[in-house]
Antibody
Framework: EVQLVQSGAEVKKPGESLKISCKGS????????IGWVRQMPGKGLEWMGI????????RYSPSFQGQVTFSADKSISTAYLQWSSLKASDTAMYYC??????????WGQGTLVTVSS | EIVLTQSPGTLSLSPGERATLSCRAS???????LAWYQQKPGQAPRLLIY???SRATGIPDRFSGSGSGTDFTLTISRLEPEDFAVYYC??????????FGGGSKVEIK
């Protein structure tokens, strides 16, 4: 059974750094792109970008280029999303998703990130 | 970057009625790389349709997708109580992130 399990909710202060994770199981982790999707409170879905764990090829959506960093550790089938300096506007639910030719069958459960002073 | 515009923003209907949701792209979507998702409160999205018209595994046949180029439609033939939710279209290519539309909410009238 394919599963994506994300790390737990985080509460951070502005300016702090953060790295959240997404662990894949039930499939060959290096064979599928992993995407990250942001959903701000009460708002729609936004693609942040994608990473190919096989070679760490990364593509960022224009709005997120330079704002976040994707990485992957294929030895433990885990993808990461990180911020070096959080802002209040980063408060959102973040989903990881396994891309199947571009669309998504499998989603993580989401990680809620709250940034507040 | 392709911009997807969904309409209407909110659709108020009764169970048993037909829902027609629109997704318009700012430029042609190649090879019908267009998907539709359903999202309920507190849940991750669920894939309904990919390739513009192919139903995902386990999706009831009351859901159908159509369209090509820049105009796409999701139709729910007869609304069931569990269909009241927010629906998103997404355009994609294998190795680029793609974009989502802003969403259409189907609410109970």
């Amino acid at each position: 059974e394919v599963q994506l399990v994300q790390s737990g909710a985080e509460v951070k202060k502005p300016g702090e750094s953060l790295k959240i994770s997404c662990k894949g199981s039930g499939y060959i982790f290096t064979n599928y792109w992993i995407g990250w999707v942001r959903q701000m409170p009460g708002k729609g879905l936004e693609w942040m970008g994608i990473i190919y764990p096989g070679d760490s090829d990364t593509r960022y959506s224009p709005s997120f280029q330079g704002q976040v960093t994707f990485s992957a550790d294929k030895s433990i089938s885990t993808a990461y999303l990180q911020w070096s300096s959080l802002k209040a506007s980063d408060t959102a639910m973040y989903y990881c998703a396994r891309r199947d030719g571009g669309y998504v069958y499998y989603w993580g459960q989401g990680t809620l990130v709250t940034v507040s002073s | 970057e392709i911009v997807l515009t969904q309409s209407p923003g909110t659709l108020s209907l009764s169970p048993g009625e037909r829902a027609t949701l629109s997704c318009r792209a700012s430029q042609s979507v190649s090879s019908s790389y267009l998907a539709w998702y359903q999202q309920k409160p507190g849940q991750a999205p669920r894939l309904l349709i990919y390739g513009a018209s192919s139903r995902a595994t386990g999706i009831p046949d009351r859901f159908s997708g159509s369209g090509s180029g820049t105009d796409f439609t999701l139709t729910i033939s007869r609304l069931e109580p569990e269909d009241f939710a927010v629906y998103y279209c997404q355009q994609y290519a294998t190795s680029s992130p793609g974009t989502f539309g802003g969403g259409s909410k189907v609410e109970i009238k």
